[in-house]
T-cell receptor, first 111, second 113 residues
Framework: SQTIHQWPATLVQPVGSPLSLECTVE??????LYWYRQAAGRGLQLLFY??????ISSEVPQNLSASRPQDRQFILSSKKLLLSDSGFYLC??????????FGPGTRLTVT | KQEVTQIPAALSVPEGENLVLNCSFT??????LQWFRQDPGKGLTSLLLIQSSQREQTSGRLNASLDKSSGRSTLYIAASQPGDSATYLC????????????FGKGTHLIIQP
């Protein structure tokens, strides 16, 4: 069966510090991978998606970037965090069916 | 741009009641709709996926319907239980690449024991 992991589970970082969040998927190959953010009082927003290694598309302009160095690994990064980057970050995957499956999330607080 | 609205934003009912959660979307050219459940501080759990060729989908006490022409979906929960307390989210493909989803803000459901 397929499993999706995210780490860390929680993170508190000062403004201006770098960020690296990791997502890995087990039990499938060549999945579509997604990063979403859920900010307080707002709905889930798609940030990035990837259809293959090294292929990244951004849905919204922002302070963040994404990379896919391996087939089942998706990384969300920032060089300098802003207060507005605080939120709950969710990674998701999809294969041949249309159904998306989500990871447990990372709670990021920028202070 | 696809927009998704969920009504009501919050709902509190006694245990045992049947209830309906509503979802509407602005662009009816969708090929599926997905309902999720989110417990506090947790990720999303997929409940039901309805393809555009289907009118409804059932899983246990949950039944979801889809009316593309009117831009609406409903999630019906039968015989509600305290364990059903959670936020329920509706999502449709955004129309962009790779089937990224556009979500509603959810319905926060509390089932009173």
């Amino acid at each position: 069966s397929q499993t999706i992991h995210q780490w860390p589970a929680t993170l508190v970082q000062p403004v201006g510090s770098p960020l690296s969040l990791e997502c890995t998927v087990e039990g499938t190959s060549n999945p579509n991978l997604y990063w979403y953010r859920q900010a307080a009082g707002r709905g889930l927003q798609l940030l990035f998606y990837s259809v293959g290694i090294g292929q990244i598309s951004s849905e919204v302009p922002q302070n963040l970037s994404a990379s896919r160095p391996q087939d089942r690994q998706f990384i969300l990064s920032s060089k300098k965090l802003l207060l507005s980057d605080s939120g709950f970050y969710l990674c998701a995957w999809k294969h041949s069916s249309y159904e998306q499956y989500f990871g447990p999330g990372t709670r990021l607080t920028v202070t | 741009k696809q927009e998704v609205t969920q009504i009501p934003a919050a709902l509190s009912v006694p245990e045992g009641e049947n209830l309906v959660l509503n979802c509407s979307f602005t662009d009816s050219a969708i090929y599926n709709l997905q309902w999720f459940r989110q417990d506090p501080g947790k990720g999303l759990t997929s409940l039901l996926l309805i393809q555009s060729s289907q009118r409804e989908q059932t899983s246990g006490r949950l039944n979801a319907s889809l009316d593309k022409s009117s831009g609406r979906s409903t999630l019906y929960i039968a015989a509600s239980q305290p364990g059903d307390s959670a936020t329920y989210l509706c999502a449709v493909p955004s129309g962009g690449g790779a089937d990224g989803l556009t979500f509603g803000k959810g319905t926060h459901l509390i089932i009173q024991p």
